[in-house]
């Protein structure tokens, strides 16, 4: 299935479009959390829960039919944020801890560059165009919606935690690169250029650089919902 090709424009109107409607949403989710009681609270984590697997199922049979991103080795839901959008569901429907930790923290720091800096083989007006967006839309309206909606709070090393399981993913997923030649994790080099991984070293040796300043955010994104009983 060919689909013309649409260069993408970063900062175009069409990307600060789906910048402002994925922050006005992410706006709407946390003022309804903060508003209704648990059984409100607990049917909009139903609500998104069943949005995001639809909206991971169909983006994997779309690319079954579509050349968009080549053949079938790359296209596998082996990306960070394809395992990002499992947790993200495991997280609103059973709001399970560990789910919760690492979508919250992964999510704020590795898919939102996604939104800034997007790997996109194409742009708008294309599908992928909305597939991409959509897709990254949702994981960051559900990573800061997720203290709100599941009541889950920081405490201890929960930053530290999540940052072994992303370095986990890390060096699982090298062997598979090198099996298949992709690049899922960006483990053989940037997606783009103009992202920070620029200005760490060479793949994938640049996540070994960036291990004290991930860390260092992480700490940072635990204060506004470290839990306080937890001192």
């Given at each position: ?66 050349d968009t991103y080549g053949s079938w080795e790359y296209n596998l839901p ?56 959509i897709a990254h839309g949702l994981l960051l309206i559900v990573a800061l ?87």
């Amino acid at each position: 299935m060919n689909e013309p090709y649409y260069p993408f424009i970063r900062w175009s109107s069409e990307h600060i479009t789906a910048l402002v409607i994925t922050i006005a949403l992410a706006a709407l989710v946390l003022y309804l959390g903060t508003k209704l009681k648990e059984r409100g609270r607990i049917i909009i984590c139903r609500i998104l829960a069943g949005i995001i697997a639809l909206q991971f199922l169909s983006e994997y049979v779309w690319r079954a039919f579509s050349d968009t991103y080549g053949s079938w080795e790359y296209n596998l839901p082996l990306h960070f944020c394809s395992f990002m959008s499992i947790f993200a569901f495991i997280a609103l429907w059973w709001r399970w801890r560990p789910a919760c930790t690492l979508v919250y923290f992964g999510v704020l720091v590795g898919s939102i560059q996604g939104l800034i800096t997007p790997a996109m083989a194409n742009g708008y007006p294309s599908l992928a165009f909305y597939v991409f967006f959509i897709a990254h839309g949702l994981l960051l309206i559900v990573a800061l919606a997720i203290p709100v909606l599941t009541g889950w709070r920081a405490r201890g090393y929960d930053d530290v935690k999540a940052l072994l399981l992303m370095d986990a993913y890390v060096l699982l997923i090298i062997p598979i690169n090198l099996w298949l030649d992709t690049n899922y994790g960006y483990t053989q080099g940037v997606p783009i250029r103009g992202t920070l991984l620029d200005y760490l070293g060479s793949a994938p040796w640049y996540y070994l650089w960036a291990q004290l300043p991930v860390l260092a955010v992480f700490r940072l994104l635990m204060l506004p919902v470290h839990d306080k009983n937890d001192d």
